[in-house]
Nanobody, 122 residues
Framework: QVQLVESGGGLVQTGGSLRLSCAASGRTFSSYAMGWFRQAPGKEREFVAA????????YYADFVKGRFTISRDNTKNTVYLQMNSLKPEDTAVYYC???????????????WGQGTQVTVSS
């Protein structure tokens, strides 16, 4: 089992930045690929970014390329999502997830956090 807890969400103006964190406990964090997903009201959960266990492979959704950066610190059992140039359409609940291999589909992930709300005002 892996327990995931997200933090760092909040209210920010258009063009602002936030850094989300996802702290993991339980089994060896460094053996898991990590992903970030988001879900806006009335919409399906969508892929944002993912990073392999070593950090050697990283994937981004097209709509965040150049604005968001995923990273991880295996010594702190934490994965981060640095979000810059935020837009109102980035407003959503952001979830981190863990799986044995890197993936972009939410159905591939076995473990999920409870989510953190990000609201971008116009």
């Amino acid at each position: 089992q892996v327990q995931l807890v997200e933090s760092g969400g909040g209210l920010v103006q258009t063009g602002g930045s936030l850094r989300l964190s996802c702290a993991a406990s339980g089994r060896t964090f460094s053996s898991y690929a990590m992903g970030w997903f988001r879900q806006a009201p009335g919409k399906e959960r969508e892929f944002v970014a993912a990073i392999s266990w070593s950090g050697g492979f990283i994937y981004y959704a097209d709509f965040v390329k150049g604005r968001f950066t995923i990273s991880r610190d295996n010594t702190k059992n934490t994965v981060y999502l640095q979000m810059n140039s935020l837009k109102p359409e980035d407003t959503a609940v952001y979830y981190c997830a863990a799986d044995s291999s890197i993936a972009t589909m939410s159905s591939e992930y076995d473990y999920w956090g409870q989510g953190t709300q990000v609201t971008v005002s116009s």
